[in-house]
């Protein structure tokens, strides 16, 4: 039976659970947030569904859980300008997660943002193998990437890459056709301020990270090996270490199973160059 541990429940992370016990991905849920009323209620709204599923709300069961969701903190609001204003807010929660996840052996996703930098920290910290540490973000960035080139009637495999924040990488390079700096520029700043408009209208995002999260998690219980991008701590994969970024992999049962090295075109490159730049800077403050 797949247990399945979320740490911070609440837009994001009840919205999982919910997904996670509707769609038959996890049987078995341990459900830990700070908020006990909050805790409180989204157990009973699950329970009101009357799907069959156990929820726990012992912490000591998230060491046993197969796959563990890390969504505590401070979700970005319109005062947040970027994802990486967050560290400083998110940092301790954080640090409480890593301590949650002392004894834990299964596979951690970090949702928590500014992701990349938490996904670091949470590797460094729990001593998880990297294979283990996988950071959320590239799924939902491909998907509002395939919405720019769709509404410019531009066709393709829609990959980002880099940091999930102001300095992602969208892959025209793959897309089969030549794609001009302009137009590129032009998507990139469309794709930095996709999730503002929905945070501006309705408080933060739910519904696409969500989905996008239920079907990782999906994806590594079922073994499924599938192709997408998710933050990894890097060791010399794009010629990037000491930091965790947006590269695509194969997920399955023993979550990162491997991570494809592409070639990037020079655009691309001094894109995943920033990011790299940008990305250790966060990751050894964090961790110092």
């Known amino acids: 039976m797949a247990r399945l541990a979320i740490i911070g429940v609440g837009r994001i992370g009840g919205e999982v659970a919910y997904l996670s016990s509707a769609l038959g991905i996890a049987e078995d849920l341990v459900l830990f947030d700070s908020a006990q009323d909050l805790l409180r209620a989204q157990v009973l709204d699950l329970q009101h569904t009357g799907l069959n599923t156990a929820i726990s709300t012992d912490r000591n069961d998230i060491r046993s859980a197969d796959v563990c969701i890390f969504s505590a903190g401070l979700p970005r609001n319109p005062s947040v ?172 049962k023993q979550g990162i199973q491997k991570i494809e090295e592409w070639p990037l075109d020079s655009w691309e490159q001094e894109k995943m160059d920033e990011a790299a730049l940008f990305a250790q800077d966060l990751c050894r403050k964090a961790v110092s």
Not at 94 to 101: I, K, P
């Open 81 to 252: 300008k970027t994802r990486a204003d967050l560290l400083g807010t998110n940092l301790p929660a954080a640090s409480e997660g890593a301590a949650l996840l002392e004894g834990f052996s299964g596979i951690l996703i970090t949702v928590t943002n500014p992701m990349d930098i938490n996904n670091y920290y949470l590797w460094n910290k729990t001593g998880l193998p990297r294979e283990r540490c996988i950071g959320f973000g590239g799924q939902v960035d491909s998907a509002r990437f395939a919405i720019a080139l769709r509404n410019r009637n531009i066709s393709g495999f829609s990959f980002v890459l880099g940091e999930h924040g102001e300095h992602q990488v969208p892959l025209f390079s793959r897309l089969g056709r030549t794609v001009g700096t302009d137009d590129r520029e032009a998507i990139l700043a469309e794709l930095r301020g996709a999730s503002m408009e929905v945070i501006k209208g309705k408080g933060g995002t739910v519904f696409g990270p969500a989905l996008h999260l239920a079907e990782l998690v999906r994806m590594i219980l079922k073994d499924t090996r599938e192709l997408v991008t998710c933050s990894a701590v890097l060791e010399g994969e794009y010629g990037i270490s000491r930091c965790s970024l947006g590269v695509p992999v194969i997920i399955g």
